[in-house]
């Protein structure tokens, strides 16, 4: 018995063997059209537009191609074209895993659209390469093309996506109809799901591990953890998350928590939990946050413990700020951390990857004049940027997924952190594009004065301990590594596999990935220097770093048996409420 035809794949694949005929008649008619020509004309975007204007409009001023090396481009071009044409329906679709499921192989129109879209999209890239302009603008070109190839994949599109089709097919249109229900869902919600986020509570599977709130101010929660040990170490121990996060991306589950880890390790350990900007703190400022937070929070520790020094640990952003406020301490001849642990954070913004593109004089001024009055940096428009650093995994991933297969995401707890975004006050984001990624300024001695004080990181002369993640696409490993140029104290440098978040978040007891370490004593100026004599070890960091933090936490004694002391008092159990507050 013979399975009816989808009526509109029909139609598709007779619309699309007619626009090849065509294709084909206009050649036949019209041989010059496959000879290399000196200007863009084989190479236009959709609505006719040509290339060379898009590419210029992307720059922000006229950008040529070498002749040259153009002609060997559309050359190369039309032979893989004429090539691919002469593969008629024996075409196969490209080694990607968009293109991967059998249904790709067997239906011929979504096989040529996969590898017509593969020639085009290497070919896309080839001339974003060839673009003569400085480095800053061909990056800004090539991200710009990226986004271009990424959304115009023939996986992203109902009338090319076999497997979507398939699946419509198998369940007699269940999947379009759920797959219109998501897309209901996340438009009311304002952002594409990426894991099923009715799985998870702050507080109930996620950010578990047991403490108080033992202080607040109007920006940041203090959180105290209860002790796993009988004895922990006589030096406390701070985490700084970043503000542009929720602090529980150190604390997701118990297995997985580098909060509990730093507990089981005998340390009083502490963390700040950001408060999720309203209205309220339209007008805060970077050295707001560096004086009432980082320094607040470092000296109600000390109050809590009576410890004369503590360790501190800043992970992304949050890094940046403790370098900042140690600075500032520094300045004031005050030395109330012991160590330091910088986990992917920027010090030196030399290197800022891909983030760069973003940033120029034009686009920080109009940020400026955006806040100078106050305002907020909506928290998911910061999310949806680091997402189209990834578009293909953070992204159309996801929409191909929810709308086209009509999927539900399943569980998973990273991501459900990740689309829980956070707000930013409008004068400390303007303020932190001009002075770290624009300008560069926080490591050139005496270029800023934070809270009064000239910042020198030179005066940071405490041990530190510097973790980079290899393939981190936020803090690349290059940017993580320059922190040992500034900083003088003893020092430790380890890299990490994977990326800024997976990197980090690589629990000791599972032995995933490997971490690379090298010399205590040399840091050459550049990573692949230090890169040459480095060590391969399996695992995770945690176990080279709980072993350092250790070396300086102090004696073991016996463990607290409460929470705060008599001026701060336990307010709520952790996590807290600042952390459960949507943006």
């Not at 694949?13 to 008649?25: D, H, I, K, R």
């Not at 109902?158 to 269940?174: D, P, S």
């Not at 010090?347 to 806040?371: A, M, P, W």
Request: hydrophobic share 40%; glycine share 8%; proline share 7%.
């Amino acid at each position: 018995m013979n399975t009816p035809q989808n009526p509109w794949l029909q139609a598709a694949q007779q619309f699309q063997q007619s626009a090849l005929q065509q294709w084909g008649q206009m050649l036949q008619a019209n041989p010059a059209a496959a000879t290399p020509q000196p200007a863009f004309t084989p190479f236009a975007a959709p609505g006719g537009v040509d290339l060379n204007e898009m590419l210029s409009k992307v720059a922000g001023h006229p950008v040529q191609i070498e002749p040259a090396r153009l002609l060997q481009i559309q050359s190369d071009y039309l032979k893989d074209l004429a090539q691919l044409w002469s593969q008629g329906v024996q075409v196969k679709p490209p080694q990607d895993k968009r293109f991967a499921a059998p249904a790709w192989s067997s239906n011929p129109l979504s096989a040529y659209a996969a590898a017509a879209y593969q020639l085009n999209a290497r070919t896309l890239v080839a001339l974003a390469d060839a673009v003569q302009a400085d480095a800053k603008t061909r990056a800004r070109i090539q991200f710009a093309v990226l986004q271009w190839i990424e959304a115009s994949a023939p996986s992203n599109f109902l009338a090319f996506n076999a497997e979507a089709q398939q699946k419509a097919l198998v369940t007699k249109g269940e999947s379009l109809s759920q797959g219109i229900k998501n897309l209901l869902h996340d438009l009311e919600q304002g952002h594409v799901s990426m894991t099923d986020e009715s799985a998870f509570e702050v507080g109930k599977n996620v950010a578990t591990t047991e403490g108080q709130v033992v202080f607040e101010n109007e920006l940041f929660q203090l959180i105290q953890y209860k002790p796993l040990t009988e004895q922990v170490h006589q030096r406390p121990f701070l985490l700084v998350p970043p503000c542009i996060n929720k602090f529980y991306i150190l604390d997701l589950q118990p297995e997985n928590s580098l909060v509990r880890y730093a507990v089981e390790q005998g340390m009083t350990t502490f963390v700040v939990s950001w408060c999720n900007p309203d209205a309220s703190l339209a007008h805060k400022t970077w050295d707001d946050y560096i004086e009432d937070a980082l320094i607040k929070a470092i000296a109600v520790v000390r109050e809590i413990t009576r410890a004369e020094q503590i360790n501190a640990l800043g992970f992304c952003v949050g890094g940046t700020m403790l370098g900042t406020a140690l600075a500032v301490l520094a300045a004031r001849g005050e030395k109330p951390v012991a160590s330091a642990t910088f986990l992917t954070a920027f010090l030196d913004f030399s290197d800022t990857g891909v983030l760069d593109v973003f940033i120029d004089e034009n686009s920080v001024r109009l940020r400026e004049q955006q806040f100078a009055n106050g305002g907020l940096m909506p928290g998911r428009d910061l999310a949806t940027t680091f997402s189209f650093l990834r578009p293909t995994d953070l992204v159309w991933n996801y929409v191909v997924g929810n709308y086209l297969k009509g999927e539900t995401p399943p569980p998973f707890d990273l991501l459900y952190w990740n689309s829980d975004s956070t707000n930013l006050p409008g004068p400390y984001y303007a303020w932190y594009l001009r002075h770290t990624y624009l300008q560069n300024q926080l490591c050139q001695p005496g270029a800023l004065s934070v809270c009064g004080q000239p910042v020198d990181l030179g005066r940071i002369d405490i041990p530190v301990y510097i973790y980079g993640s290899r393939e981190d696409h936020i803090v690349p490993i290059a940017g993580a590594y320059a922190s040992t140029q500034h900083l003088p104290g003893p020092k430790r440098f380890v890299m990490g596999a994977s990326g800024h978040i997976a990197g980090v978040i690589n629990p000791a007891r599972k032995g995933k990935r490997s971490h690379w370490v090298g010399s205590t004593e040399q840091f050459p100026p550049q990573l692949d220097g230090w890169l040459a004599s480095a060590t391969e070890r399996p695992g995770s960091w945690w176990t080279d770093w709980s072993e350092w933090l250790k070396g300086h936490a102090g004696a073991l004694v016996a463990a607290p048996k409460g929470y705060g002391n008599r001026t701060y008092k336990a307010i709520e159990p952790a996590p807290g409420r600042y952390v459960k507050v949507k943006a």
